[in-house]
């Protein structure tokens, strides 16, 4: 009888933990830090949220006091059950995909739903950005080709769309329809058919505005959405600064244009491109998408939510095209083999006081754990994180939060660890990543990226074995979008300040531009 107990006993204990390790393979591991993170919370005498410092707060956003955060949630095919969990907003239904805004505390009833596969959190996404034409040659192509009865949309952040560049030689405006995001809706406004957030503005009101008055709130404040919008559709007949109309004119100098100002979280950069994509349809014209941003985050091989569900959105008609990233000059990536037994360091400084990700990819049937040596403090922790565990922490040097619950993922069947660092980040003498091969059955390769903040990990320009491979940003590293990269097509410029030529002599003419990123992807 103590023999069927104890056998029991282990069959319901290796049962927990294999619902355990499927539990947590659905779940992104920044998902799960900010979990941990808000359940150690003393809620009764804090008021800030203990992720607050995190990468990833910039994505968070406060509802009725509690956290929410926008996702996306790979399902089945299944999607109907979702809407039924506490909280969740459904904005975009790609396929088996949403894009959603969930309450933190709704995450782990999700989970528990068989028909979810996976759920990633929203990334945050930064900008990327006479003679290209020619360079190009797409200036021979213009003469049959100007983008008429094309339709293009430009997802960054936002437009001037009292330009005249975006106007027909009548005065009418190009701008079929405006989406912005970071806008809440007052009297008179609303979000699009579909959607849960942001102001839609339609051609009616735009030329209204334009012709009778400030109706219409929305601005292009940085300009980075106005400057691309110009490349892809812009007329030129507003050419400025002493230079005749016309010297500078667009790729698609009469297309039709869709802008949406976006948040960059990339759940919102998805819910822009599927509404430019509507919108093309509702107008019976093709439509090419234009995404001069992207994520240094995940594992550069096309599988994240992000890029599958934009290739998702892609077809006959249906272009997207993205900024391959501004990252070849910045060493963020190192990849090396292991054996079992072996031990590895590898060093990396981190910003004074700003928070990062560290993410390591290594082979599913591989056992690799970490620890972290930490400047001033030693060795963190002291037994290392194997597969499948978490550990967080807090110390002089900033918190340390490392998690490596997802094995495998879903989405690409590799194994992850992540490795936050938040609050007093101080780089120290440098911080050492110690790995060791714990169970290696395949080649024992791992990668690991710095993604967080790239230009900010000047330092790992010196220490060997960092690296610019694999640097191609998401979503531009997607099977399905077109990537475009950067090169020369000059090397002197007019200031117009001092009304002098500034010649750099380094650049060689069609020559890939040194900080534009590579590959493999």
Known sequence: MKKFLAFTILFFLILLN???FCEGSKLDPLINIMLIKEKKRDKTTSTAYAFSSSPLSTSVKIINNAPSINVFIKTNGDVGKLSNIKGVKINSIIKNTVTALVPLSSIESLVELQNVIYIEASRKCELFLDKSLISAN?????????????????????????????????????????????????????????????VEYTEGQIMSDIYGGS?????????HGTHVAGISGGDGSATGNNQPPFT????????????????????????????????ANSLGMPAVVNLSLGTYEGPHDGTTLLETTLDDLTGPGKIIVA??????????????????????????YPRLNTPCFVEILYQNNDAISVQLQVPGIGIVPSSPVQSGGTFLTSTAFGDIDIDAT???????????????LSGTVNPGAGWLIRLKGENIVTSGRYDIWVPWAPFGYVTTREIEGWDTDMSIAAPASSKKLISTGSYYTKNYWRDWFDDIDIIINPFKLEDVSSFSSGGPT
């Open 323 to 348: 900024a391959s990233g501004n990252a070849g000059e910045v060493p963020y990536h190192y990849t090396r083999t292991i054996q079992t037994g072996v031990t590895q360091d590898v060093i990396f």
């Open 248 to 279: 500078y004119v667009g790729i698609g100098s009469e297309a039709n244009l869709i802008c949406v100002s976006t948040t960059f979280d990339d759940t919102s950069i998805v819910d822009g491109v599927k509404y430019v994509m509507e919108k």
């Open 18 to 20: 294999l619902l355990s």
């Open 215 to 223: 109706t219409i709130r929305h601005m292009d404040f940085n300009g």
């Open 138 to 198: 797409i200036k021979p192509i213009k003469k049959s080709y100007n983008g008429r009865g094309v339709l293009i949309g430009i997802v960054d952040t936002g437009i001037d769309f009292t330009h005249n560049d975006f106007r027909n030689s009548d005065g009418t405006t190009r701008v079929k329809f405006l989406w912005d995001h970071n806008l809440t809706p007052i009297i008179g406004e609303r979000s699009p058919t579909g959607f849960s957030y942001g």
């Open 406 to 420: 997802a094995n495998p993922s879903p989405l690409n069947g590799l194994k992850k660890i992540l490795i936050s």
